[in-house]
């Protein structure tokens, strides 16, 4: 398998699939494409994803682009890896939470952007505060209901915390205090988790 993604320390939608291909442990390569420049987008292009968009997953004969496309390709690919919950109900809710992520919380990314270098505290927008605290409010409910067993929002590792380890690094590089938002404590400790996995850890790292 081979995965087209951006830079590190920016790219928060290349974050998400690598994530996950660490996380099942199948061999892959990686293809970087620095962003930000005139010549970006060609170069994707040229690379092989027809969007001119980053990610892109090759793995054979298949070719898909889109984050959370590239990562349900990898949930059915290696279904042992319980890339989503077993459960039922439990994994609806992860998917509805892997696709809140992706559809939503424009401004949020839109105003703190990825750039996982960055420490600074800034005032930020209302709209801003209304996407931190559903955010909140979504991770404490989901690790209340499906938390037990394990540090991640439905107690072991699923796509969805691939989903929101992005928005963990947004909330360090611009000084949220998620205590602020209506966190009691459970979201910051779910927080501290994402940043502390070792495929994290290694993706920083390289930043």
Same mark, same amino acid.
């Given at each position: 398998?081979? $995965?087209? $993604? ?9 974050? @998400? ?16 494409? %620095?962003? &930000?420049? +005139?010549?970006?987008?060609?170069? $994707?292009?040229?690379?092989?994803? +027809?969007?001119?968009?980053?990610? !892109?997953? %090759?793995?054979?004969? #298949?070719? #898909? ?19 989503? +919950? @077993? ?17 939503? !919380? ?12 960055? %420490? ?7 709209? /801003?505060?209304?996407? $931190? ?9 989901? %690790?209340?209901? =499906?938390?037990?067993?394990? +540090?991640?929002?439905?107690? *072991? ?10 928005? *963990?690094? &947004? !909330? ?8 602020? =938002? ?6 910051? /400790? ?6 502390? /996995?070792?495929? !994290? ?7």
């Amino acid at each position: 398998m081979e $995965i087209l $993604i951006g830079d590190k320390r920016y790219s928060s939608w290349s974050m @998400r699939p690598w994530l996950v291909l660490k996380h099942v442990g199948a061999p892959f390569s990686e293809t970087l494409i %620095r962003l &930000r420049r +005139p010549e970006s987008r060609s170069e $994707i292009l040229a690379a092989g994803s +027809p969007t001119g968009q980053v990610p !892109f997953l %090759r793995d054979g004969a #298949v070719a #898909v682009g889109d984050s959370l496309a590239i990562c349900e390709y990898l949930a059915e690919r290696f279904p042992e890896a319980g890339l989503w +919950p @077993r459960d039922l109900t439990a994994r609806t809710a992860a998917r509805f939470a892997a696709a809140e992520m992706h559809a939503g !919380f424009h401004s949020l990314r839109g105003e703190c952007s990825m750039d996982l270098k960055l %420490r600074e505290t800034m005032t930020l927008s209302e709209a /801003t505060h209304e996407d $931190i605290r559903r955010i909140v409010q979504l991770l404490s409910d989901l %690790r209340e209901r =499906f938390g037990e067993g394990g +540090p991640f929002l439905f107690g *072991a590792w699923t796509i969805a915390d691939a989903f929101y380890t992005p928005v *963990a690094t &947004r !909330f360090r590089s611009y000084g949220v205090k998620l205590s602020d =938002f209506g966190d009691r404590g459970a979201c910051a /400790t779910y927080i501290e988790a994402l940043l502390e /996995t070792p495929a !994290f850890r290694a993706w920083e790292a390289e930043a």
